[in-house]
């Protein structure tokens, strides 16, 4: 269950004299919202039923943009933490006109009965906001520009935003995300891969960019790491290109710079009529054998069976929609050179032939400063077919960085 958005419009009493939203008036919008989605969903008695209520005890906003009169803002609220007693909610509000994010606000809430006595955060209320399933799973649902993606958060600390490639979706990462403490780790399912949405239509690099650039507004993170494998990598270098700003460091893994040639272009738009006339798992059984090293495949029939079913269940529309943003995307070459400033890892899979090492040394050279590791033993994938190599790696990576 995705928990629904609020609408509600900004009144010219609740603006200044040149006519924005007031600051003071966020705070009431933001409460209102709170209230609406209780309204809506478990009632708005379901604190009061429990004998317990939510005291706020800290509130953190970052104001991003001007709203005004009659702008019709839409509310994303969900619970970040939730504890015995306290919970902490995350809201954001963005202008439904161009989808602008406005604002951005965190509450912390501790539940107290009529003496001041702490108590236990509303059943109900935990069920309604899904987080018996988040907190367990660690995976949230989050809208943005229209799409539903499924997340994966875990851990505190700098954030690493983890990017997988086609067609595929976050859980390439699951080493990486279980055991790189002291990092907020988040690996989303791009839209059309995974759990998440899979329209028909709207899939490019800056497409994929813009929805990780509004993730990290959603969960309020101003500079992120990103490690993003082969088409992965192509959506960090189109994030690099655009929102540098927000990128602290970039780890390139079993990926290129180029853009397609016509040749690749044609085998892309061939892949994608078989996608539509033979389903996914045509294009699963042909890119397995490209995607696992030939001592993976002959060792860990387990894990060749997870990356062939995991390829097989992708929404035709989303590789056909991947396909097509990675047939169109711009070449990265001339990026390279201008990461001076970007630490840099780039990590390839030794036995890889779809992106393979030679390819990864000359991307190394050409960033200022960028770091190389080859793993061996894997080609392709090597977060799977080497979790624990490819985890170190970058674990010295991350921690260099301070
Ligand atoms: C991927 O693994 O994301 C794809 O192989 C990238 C590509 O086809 O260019």
């Known amino acids: 269950m995705s928990i629904p958005e609020i609408d509600l419009v900004v009144y010219p009493d609740e603006c200044d004299a040149f006519g924005h939203l007031n600051q003071a008036s966020f705070l009431s919008l933001f409460e209102r919202a709170r209230w609406e989605l209780l309204r809506g969903g478990p009632g708005m008695d379901v604190f009061t039923r429990d004998g317990s209520w939510p005291a706020l005890r800290k509130t953190v906003i970052d104001y991003r943009a001007a709203a005004f009169p009659g702008d019709v803002l839409r509310f994303q609220q969900l619970l970040t933490h939730v504890g015995r007693t306290s919970f902490t909610m995350r809201q954001t509000a963005r202008r439904l006109r161009d989808d602008a994010l406005i604002a951005a606000a965190e509450f912390v809430f501790v539940c107290i009965d009529r003496d001041g006595r702490p108590t236990p955060v509303p059943t109900d209320f935990r069920e309604y906001m899904n987080t018996a399933d988040s907190v367990q799973t660690d995976v949230q649902r989050i809208t943005v520009n229209g799409v539903n993606l499924a997340v994966e958060v875990r851990g505190e600390g700098p954030a690493v935003l983890f990017i997988h490639g086609y067609p595929l979706d976050r859980t390439i990462w699951r080493h990486q995300i279980d055991t790189l403490e002291g990092f907020r780790r988040i690996a989303p399912d791009l839209r059309g891969m995974g759990q998440s949405d899979a329209p028909d239509l709207g899939y490019s690099m800056s497409m994929y960019a813009a929805d990780l650039l509004a993730l990290l507004d959603v969960f309020g993170i101003e500079e992120v790491v990103l490690c993003g494998l082969s088409m992965g990598g192509y959506v960090a270098l189109e994030f690099v290109r655009q929102h540098r700003s927000r990128v602290r460091g970039l780890v390139l893994m079993d990926t290129r710079p180029d853009a397609d040639t016509s040749e690749v272009r044609r085998t892309r738009d061939g892949a994608a009529a078989t996608a539509r006339d033979r389903g996914a798992s045509a294009i699963a059984d042909a890119m397995l054998p490209k995607m696992l090293a030939a001592t993976t495949l002959a060792a860990q029939p387990e894990l060749t069976e997870r990356v062939r079913a995991l390829m097989a269940r992708t929404p035709v529309s989303g590789i056909v929609g991947a396909l097509s943003a990675m047939r169109d995307r711009e070449s990265s070459e001339a990026l390279l050179e201008t990461l001076s400033g970007v630490p840099t890892l780039v990590i390839a899979g030794e036995a890889d032939t779809l992106t393979p090492p ?28 080497q979790p624990q190599a490819t985890t170190v790696r970058l674990q010295d990576f991350l921690r260099s960085l301070g």
Do not use: K
């Open 358 to 385: 030679s390819q990864a040394r000359s991307m190394a050279e050409a960033i200022p400063g960028a770091q190389l590791a080859i793993i061996p033993g894997a080609a392709h994938l090597p977060p799977l077919e």
